[in-house]
């Protein structure tokens, strides 16, 4: 059974850096679409970046230039890499995954994915 285990939120002064973790073991498939998501209190839960078995990489618009996602060597940690945050960005982290032999890879629909983790809280301070 696979399971996501976020670590590494917490309370940064805007312009500051975090790097979240995401634990991926039980994974039983090599082609899989891992995601990254996000919900501040009182909104829905929105897509943050992807990426795909091949290390291809997808961003919110708004986001990409900040934010990182990558997956080390072994293929059993998920990242992101979060610089310059502002204020905006606190939310409840969450990463996700969908398995899938299709290289399309985007955090668009979290209905999309089945697995998920329990999130990470990142509180941004002004």
């Known amino acids: 059974q696979v399971q996501l285990v976020e670590s590494g939120g917490g309370s940064v002064q805007a312009g500051g850096s975090l790097r979240l973790s995401c634990a991926t073991p039980g994974r039983t498939a090599n082609t899989y679409c891992l995601a990254w998501f996000r919900q501040a209190p009182g909104k829905e839960r929105e897509g943050v970046a992807a990426?795909?078995?091949?290390?291809?990489?997808s961003y919110e618009d708004s986001l990409a230039g900040r934010f990182t996602i990558s997956e080390d060597a072994t293929k059993t940690t998920l990242y992101l890499q979060m610089n310059s945050l502002k204020p905006e960005d606190t939310a409840m982290y969450y990463c996700?995954?969908?398995?899938?032999?299709?290289?399309?890879?985007?955090?668009?629909?979290?209905?999309?994915?089945?697995?998920w983790g329990q999130g990470t809280q990142v509180t941004v301070s002004s």
């Open positions: 990426i795909n078995w091949l290390g291809s990489t």
């Open positions: 996700a995954l969908r398995y899938s032999t299709h290289w399309y890879c985007r955090a668009e629909r979290a209905a999309d994915f089945g697995y």
